[in-house]
């Protein structure tokens, strides 16, 4: 079964700097999914980026992009120019390209904290 | 566009009771229906998942059950709660074939008592 872990429970983050989230995934796929998802207090869940696993560019979305690195399984979210509405848990998700398999499985999360 | 509904946003139940949580969605069919409950401070665990009319998959042996019986709605039920039960519980949706991701409803909040 495919697993995805976030090994940060916890980051902040100075406003206007960059930050970095890690996630790590386990699968013997090779069409898959990748995701990250925002949680703000409010408990809505938001997606922030997406990225196919066939395509070898990273993904951006304004001021947030991934560092996706196939061979090691691993997908990093960075955001860029933190802003304060930034704040909130983020979910790394994993999703098989198996037609058939609908599965989404998410991370444990990282809680975001963004300093003024 | 296509929109997805969740209640009751919370509800407080005494250890034993039923429980019953709707989810709807509209504007799209067949969708993929999901249920995850997330404890605080958690990640989201997968619990149920529905790929068609009274096809569903269970993902975690508990004390729940889900049903489905139209395309777009998908319910998920306890015939007698444990205090364990208590969570936040969100529905979800994704389309059969065009698209991967999933749209979240806005969650329950469920505290067994």
């Known amino acids: 079964a495919q697993t995805v872990t976030q090994s940060q429970p916890e980051m902040s983050v100075q406003e206007a700097e960059t930050v970095t989230l890690s996630c790590t995934y386990d699968t013997s796929e090779s069409d898959y999914y990748l995701f990250w998802y925002k949680q703000p207090p409010s408990r809505q869940m938001i997606l922030v980026i997406r990225q196919e696993a066939y395509k070898q560019q990273n993904a951006t979305e304004n001021r947030f992009s991934v560092n996706f690195q196939k061979a090691a399984k691993s997908f990093s979210l960075k955001i860029s120019d933190s802003q304060l509405g930034d704040a909130a848990m983020y979910f790394c998700a994993y999703r098989s390209g198996i037609q058939g398999a609908q599965k989404l499985v998410f991370g444990q999360g990282t809680r975001l904290t963004i300093n003024p | 566009s296509q929109t997805i509904h969740q209640w009751p946003a919370t509800l407080v139940q005494p250890v034993g009771s039923p429980l019953s949580l709707e989810c709807t969605v509209e504007?799209?069919?067949?969708?993929?229906l999901y249920w995850y409950r997330q404890a605080a401070g958690r990640g989201l665990q997968l619990l149920f998942y529905s790929v068609g009319i009274g096809q569903i998959s269970s993902e975690v042996p508990q004390n729940l059950s889900a049903s489905r019986p139209q395309d777009r709605q998908f319910i998920l039920s306890s015939k007698k709660l444990l205090l364990s039960d208590s969570g936040f519980y969100l529905c979800?949706?994704?389309?059969?074939?065009?698209?991967?991701?999933?749209?979240f409803g806005q969650g329950t909040r469920l505290t067994v008592v």
């Open positions: 504007g799209t069919s067949n969708p993929n």
């Open positions: 979800a949706w994704s389309h059969r074939v065009f698209s991967t991701e999933a749209f």
